[in-house]
């Protein structure tokens, strides 16, 4: 029993490899044969450790395997209405921008154009087409923060 117990961290699963090992020793046929039963018994005890190691690793094996089909794909109730509510502040304050600073920073965030191009559209130079952008993203921050102190 203490060999078990060094060997795993659990005394509930030690005490249940020990009885293992008594019951395979009862039900052993070359009991009388035996020169050195010690022996016997922890080489048993040795067998039934390695096999407990072996199920263990491939549970683990089976957990990591398995642990992505377990995971729910969509995000809790809780994290889609702060992304729901996070959306419609971002709308509120894109809504108070002037049109010019409005179109440069969707322009420029989700269709993904380059300060020149924007510059083009609105007529204005590259220069002031990344002045428009940066002025749109402050007031947007600016405005998020008055939203997300009013709403807490």
């Not at 659990?10 to 008594?22: F, I, P, T």
């Not at 729910?72 to 509510?85: F, S």
């Amino acid at each position: 029993m203490r060999f078990l117990q060094r060997q795993l961290a659990c005394q509930d699963q030690a005490a249940d490899l020990c009885h293992e090992v008594y019951l395979r020793l009862i039900r052993s046929d070359d009991i009388p044969l035996l020169d050195n039963p010690r022996a016997y018994l922890f080489r048993i005890a040795r067998n039934l450790l390695t096999d407990h190691r072996r199920r263990h690793a491939q549970d683990l094996i089976a957990i990591d395997t398995l642990a992505p089909l377990l995971v729910c794909p969509r995000a809790c109730p809780e994290d889609e209405l702060c992304g729901q509510q996070c959306v419609q502040r971002l709308g509120k304050a894109l809504s108070t921008l002037p049109t010019h600073l409005r179109q440069a920073l969707t322009w420029h965030r989700i269709e993904g154009l380059t300060q020149r191009e924007i510059g083009a559209r609105l007529n204005v130079s590259e220069r002031m087409a990344g002045r428009y952008i940066a002025r749109a993203v402050t007031a947007c921050q600016t405005e998020l923060e008055t939203l997300n102190a009013a709403f807490k």
